[in-house]
Nanobody
């Protein structure tokens, strides 16, 4: 069993900041990539940012310069620091991990999602 547990969502005013966290636990051998995706009402799920086990990062153009993805030394917890938030950033944010389980299987896991609302 593998679990991804997110925290840190909430309501923030435009221009404000939030920090999301996601911790992976369970029968994990290694994690290749962790990432954040988001889904706004009436829209599809989109990539926000990813970070690989060697620290390489990718960002959506819409968040470059405002959001920063990072991970802890154990590479099982990822963070998304979101600054200069805009109403367009309002969405449910999902944690994602591509990992190898202790049985050797390579699989893609998702967290339950955390709501981020940017509004005055």
């Amino acid at each position: 069993q593998v679990q991804l547990v997110e925290s840190g969502g909430g309501l923030v005013q435009p221009g404000g900041s939030l920090r999301l966290s996601c911790t992976a636990s369970g029968s994990i051998l290694s994690i290749s990539v962790m990432g954040w995706y988001r889904q706004a009402p009436g829209k599809g799920r989109e990539l926000v940012a990813t970070i690989t086990s060697d620290g390489s990062t990718i960002y959506a153009d819409s968040v470059k310069g405002r959001f920063t993805i990072s991970s802890d030394n154990a590479k099982t917890t990822e963070y998304l620091q979101m600054n200069s938030l805009k109403p367009d950033d309002t969405a449910v944010y999902y944690c994602n991990a591509v990992l190898q389980t202790t049985t050797g299987a390579l699989a893609n896991y998702w967290g339950q999602g955390t709501q981020v609302t940017v509004s005055s």
